[in-house]
């Protein structure tokens, strides 16, 4: 049955590759743009992001999403803030700030706007400096802090002021977003239904249109912006700063490029079996107004742009999509907030925005805070993102009779251990090792034996076997590995005695020597010691560790006068 699953999922996204192509230059006609448009907003992202199309448990905003005057702004020249705090699921508290102007005649143009990847979300000062511009030209804004950064972190101690973790703050996403995909769900549905709740918040402020609602954001908010745009209609205008305009598939990679895992919530699972792709969450925003920006354009960005283009100009609306680049690094510049009011000011007020921004101040960090101390953890106000897994996983317990016999037993191991299986798409098969001898390496006693053998079609894996002069009959097979790769270990070098004072318990299995003379090596794990060659390998002769998968590389060593193998 895996076999079958993994045969049908690679046959589907061969058929998406062969179909991009093709459909970035296919002549769409406006119907058909739409009906894509409900594609990527449709059935596909259910499967994706199933909370925000079931709408979670139902709150009335009204009632519970309320204002919070932690600590009392000081009045400004034109604008008042207001700390407040609403629950985007219940008891589940998302903190902001609600920047309302104090002139002119609303209701207001409202603006969401998701943070990027800066520790202090919302108190960034380059994100006041954007908030200041929008309030100072007839905009209410709200700002909120997304789960894992401001008042909403984990893992930061108010009391000093460090991460608990270190790392960067999206440690705080990954720890949550890795034990969500586990239990059925991602961290993209919590963070683009924080948004979608920010919204039914700010349509029950009085100060607020309904009718001209926007969105914008940078880097990682700028993703956001993106999602949030694309699946809330309600918003009627939008501005993503660097947040991905480019295309992800088909993938360009080789063995050898170095992939990191990126920032869980900004992925879709597994989007890619369905064809979507980022551009097409941007066409999803057509024709609504949609201003994207670069650092610095570039292939990739330009070819991405003209498309989305393209997809506006056969919607009738070719004005409503625009380009920028910052000509600068990565960050929400002065050059890009006042791209920002410029938009806004052009589709909800029909004029142009300000030439140039306003010296201000920004804000403390105590002076806008919704929570005493900074965190909503050590204020112990509400749920947490791990508190709501802890009883997600509660009721998913699958209902299994333990064995009360031996027979039994034997039937439970053999199903738990066909789940686990088929979790890990792992699939036995009959096909050849094809064992190649590489050389052969002395050592005093023994000797090392290098070789490789097929693990799976077109990946070879490379081995050393510890091989003893005076091998036993019948003698047994042990496997070992170690993390750090087994040239790390696999080397001769002065052995370390038996257990004593100051002497590592992992260090003494690895080297100890047996009674019989025999030493134990440990291991490569995937990605390291020796199979990291071929990563670097493109072309040339046969390679004794050409061909293999990321990382893979097995070890064997003696034991008792045993052949002893190892592998990771």
């Known amino acids: 049955m895996i076999a079958r699953r993994r045969e049908r999922w690679t046959t589907e996204i061969e058929i998406v590759e062969l179909?991009?192509?093709?459909?970035?230059?296919?002549?769409?006609?406006?119907?058909?743009?739409?009906?894509?448009?409900?594609?990527?907003?449709?059935?596909?992202?259910?499967?994706?992001?199933?909370?925000?199309?079931?709408?979670?448990?139902?709150?009335?905003?009204?009632?519970?999403?309320?204002?919070?005057?932690?600590?009392s702004s000081p009045k400004r020249d034109g604008y008042r803030i207001e700390n407040v705090r609403f629950q985007s699921r219940p008891n589940f508290w998302v903190t902001g700030n609600l920047y309302v102007p104090a002139t002119g005649v609303g209701p207001f143009p409202g603006i969401i706007s998701p943070c990027g990847h800066y520790s202090e979300a919302r108190i960034y000062p380059a994100y006041q400096f954007l908030y200041l511009d929008l309030v100072r030209n007839g905009f209410v804004v709200l700002a909120y802090d997304p789960i894992g950064q401001g008042e909403r972190?984990?893992?930061?101690?108010?009391?000093?002021?460090?991460?608990?973790?270190?790392?960067?703050?999206?440690?705080?996403?990954?720890?949550?977003?890795?034990?969500?995909?586990?239990?059925?769900?991602?961290?993209?549905?919590?963070?683009?239904?924080?948004?979608?709740?920010?919204?039914?918040?700010?349509?029950?402020?009085?100060?607020?249109?309904?009718?001209?609602?926007?969105?914008?954001?940078?880097?990682?908010?700028?993703?956001?912006?993106?999602?949030?745009?694309?699946?809330?209609?309600?918003?009627?205008?939008?501005?993503?700063?660097?947040?991905?305009?480019?295309?992800?598939?088909?993938?360009?990679?080789?063995?050898?490029?170095?992939?990191?895992?990126?920032?869980?919530?900004?992925?879709?699972?597994?989007?890619?079996?369905?064809?979507?792709?980022?551009?097409?969450?941007?066409?999803?925003?057509?024709?609504?107004?949609?201003?994207t920006t670069i650092e610095y354009y570039s292939p990739d960005f330009n070819e991405t742009a003209r498309q989305i283009g393209e997809r506006y100009r056969l919607l009738g609306a070719p004005d409503r999509f625009a380009t920028e680049e910052a000509t600068d690094p990565h960050a929400l510049t002065m050059k890009l907030r006042l791209a920002t009011t410029d938009w806004f000011s052009r589709w909800f007020y029909n004029r142009r925005g300000p030439e140039r921004e306003p010296g201000v101040t920004p804000e403390s960090a105590e002076t806008l805070y919704c929570t005493p101390n900074g965190s909503l953890r050590y204020s112990q106000q509400g749920e947490t993102i791990f508190s709501l897994i802890l009883k997600t996983q509660m009721s998913l317990l699958p209902p299994r009779n333990f064995p009360s016999s031996r027979a039994e037993l034997e039937s439970f191991r053999a199903e738990i251990s066909a789940d686990i299986a088929e979790l890990l798409h792992i699939s036995r098969n009959s096909y050849a090792l094809g064992v190649r001898h590489i050389v052969t390496t002395p050592r005093e006693g023994y000797q090392v034996e290098k070789a490789e053998f097929i693990s799976e079609p077109g990946i070879y894996v490379p081995t050393w076997v510890f091989v003893p002069e005076q091998q036993k009959r019948e003698s047994l097979a042990l496997l070992y590995v170690h993390e750090a790769g087994k040239e790390a270990e696999g080397m001769e070098r002065v052995v370390v005695p038996h257990a004593?004072?100051?002497?590592?318990?992992?260090?003494?299995?690895?080297?100890?020597?047996?009674?019989?003379?025999?030493?134990?090596?440990?291991?490569?794990?995937?990605?390291?010691?020796?199979?990291?060659?071929?990563?670097?390998?493109?072309?040339?002769?046969?390679?004794?560790?050409?061909?293999?998968?990321?990382?893979?590389?097995?070890?064997?060593?003696?034991?008792?006068?045993?052949?002893?193998?190892?592998w990771s």
């Open 19 to 71: 179909r991009w192509a093709s459909r970035i230059d296919d002549s769409f006609s406006p119907r058909r743009q739409r009906f894509r448009s409900f594609q990527v907003c449709g059935e596909p992202p259910k499967v994706l992001i199933s909370s925000i199309h079931n709408r979670a448990p139902s709150i009335p905003i009204a009632k519970n999403c309320r204002t919070c005057f932690c600590r």
């Open 153 to 291: 972190r984990h893992y930061w101690n108010p009391r000093t002021k460090k991460s608990e973790i270190g790392g960067p703050v999206t440690w705080e996403h990954d720890m949550p977003g890795h034990l969500l995909l586990l239990i059925g769900e991602n961290l993209t549905q919590y963070r683009i239904w924080d948004g979608m709740r920010a919204i039914d918040y700010l349509l029950t402020r009085p100060e607020v249109d309904s009718k001209r609602i926007g969105c914008t954001g940078q880097s990682g908010g700028g993703t956001l912006t993106l999602f949030i745009s694309a699946l809330d209609e309600r918003v009627r205008c939008a501005v993503m700063h660097e947040g991905g305009t480019r295309r992800r598939w088909p993938l360009e990679i080789r063995p050898e490029t170095p992939i990191g895992t990126g920032d869980v919530e900004q992925h879709f699972f597994p989007a890619a079996i369905y064809g979507i792709d980022l551009p097409d969450v941007h066409f999803a925003i057509a024709p609504r107004p949609l201003l």
């Open 500 to 566: 004593g004072a100051g002497c590592n318990p992992q260090r003494r299995l690895c080297v100890e020597p047996d009674r019989r003379g025999a030493r134990r090596r440990p291991a490569d794990r995937q990605g390291h010691g020796r199979s990291m060659v071929a990563l670097r390998r493109r072309a040339g002769p046969p390679h004794p560790f050409r061909g293999f998968g990321r990382g893979t590389a097995f070890l064997s060593l003696s034991h008792e006068g045993r052949p002893i193998s190892a």
